[in-house]
Nanobody, 119 residues
Framework: QVQLVESGGGLVQPGGSLRLSCAASGNDFSINAMGWYRQTPGKERELVARIFTGGDTYYADSVKGRFTIARDNTKNTVDLQMNSLKSEDTAVYYC?????????????WGQGTQVTVSS
């Protein structure tokens, strides 16, 4: 099993910045991809950004140029730097990790952290 702990959500004005962090822990696991999803009431959870072990990244079109994902493979952490925030970025953000435990792949989720962009 892999446990994920998120931090960094909160309230910010439009145009402001926030940084989300996620730390993975557990026994005998190997992480492949790490990423962030977000969800608003009544909508499906959507992928915001993902980063693979080799450093390749993916961003949703809606956040390209504003968000940056980064990971520390030695610490099993992934951060999401969010700049130029808009009201439509308001959501619960979830850390997601694809990891191998005991040789089997699995997807793990954090508890979610609220990001609210409002004046």
């Amino acid at each position: 099993q892999v446990q994920l702990v998120e931090s960094g959500g909160g309230l910010v004005q439009p145009g402001g910045s926030l940084r989300l962090s996620c730390a993975a822990s557990g026994n005998d696991f190997s992480i492949n991809a790490m990423g962030w999803y977000r969800q608003t009431p009544g909508k499906e959870r959507e992928l915001v950004a993902r980063i693979f072990t080799g450093g390749d990244t993916y961003y949703a079109d809606s956040v390209k140029g504003r968000f940056t994902i980064a990971r520390d493979n030695t610490k099993n952490t992934v951060d999401l730097q969010m700049n130029s925030l808009k009201s439509e970025d308001t959501a619960v953000y979830y850390c997601n990790v694809c990891a191998y435990t005991g040789g089997s792949p699995g997807y793990y989720w954090g508890q979610g952290t609220q990001v609210t962009v409002s004046s």
